[in-house]
């Protein structure tokens, strides 16, 4: 039986906030940039790959604002959104969504695979989240930080050091960050996804070939293999994920810091 799509959370509830949110031309970043719109919110649609962005833009019209980004260069950084208050007045929240996952087993992982997801997945939400905060101790009235992390970052697997231990460190750093910043209004929460097919990069072609080998099925099996470890059975969307990040976001979740949603239908749980 087909599932109808999972619906929106209510409109209008960032109506007139200000988000910027890295990985934003594909993936789970736009998919949660396109939650965002739902809700009301401005977006900075912040991505590396320029011409994705030129692709999305459109559809957010007046609402969002494609800023070519390096999240691990210092400049580039801030430069996004230094363009982001400039266009929309102030920054009220970060979402960091920009992610990469190289698969090897441990003796096969090249030097320049791991550094790059460690520059990526951390260096990354450290240079976002460093400069978020400077602007909202400088706004004043608090913020909202949201760090995709993974189901990984909870129960490692296989043939994935790079990323097990990236997503694992997403976690700290938001559960660190939440104790040092809440004096000054300010929440940092984590959103770990479960497998989420559909518009992702990660699970390209090469990535279920390599998953397939690691599960000794068919690349066509691997997805229907992962939908099955779930305890509902169930086609994880892009929406699911972008409607954790617009309630964390929200005055909703007002009094919840260093905290992690996992949106994973039921396959590993936190501790």
Sequence with gaps: MTEPA????????LAGRTVLVTGAASGLGLGIA?????????IILADIDEPGLTA???????????????VTDEASVQAAFAAG?????????LVCAAGVAPAFPLEDTPLDKWRFALEINLTGYFLCGREATRLF??????????????????EPSK????????????????????LELGPAGIRVNCIAPGNVFEGSKIWNPTYIAEA??????????????????????RDI?????????????SDAARCMTGQVLVVDGGQVYTR
Aim: glycine letters at 14%; a positive charge; proline letters at 6%.
């Design 159 to 178: 043939n994935n050091s790079a990323y097990n231990a990236t997503k694992a460190g997403e976690l700290h750093l938001a559960r660190g960050w939440a």
């Design 137 to 154: 101790k400088k706004q004043g009235g608090g913020g909202a930080m949201v760090l995709l992390s993974s189901k990984s970052g909870l």
């Design 237 to 249: 969307k892009p929406q699911d994920i972008a409607n954790a990040a617009v309630f964390l976001l």
């Design 85 to 93: 208050v400039a266009r929309f007045g102030r920054l009220d929240g």
């Design 56 to 70: 999305v833009a459109p559809e957010f019209g007046a609402q969002g604002l494609p800023v070519k980004t390096n």
């Design 6 to 13: 999972p619906s929106p959370v209510s409109s209008n509830c």
């Design 212 to 233: 397939a080998k690691k599960k000794g099925i068919k690349p066509e099996e691997v997805i229907p293999y992962y939908i099955g470890l779930t305890a509902l059975k």
């Design 34 to 42: 396109r939650g965002l719109k739902q809700a009301g919110a401005n």
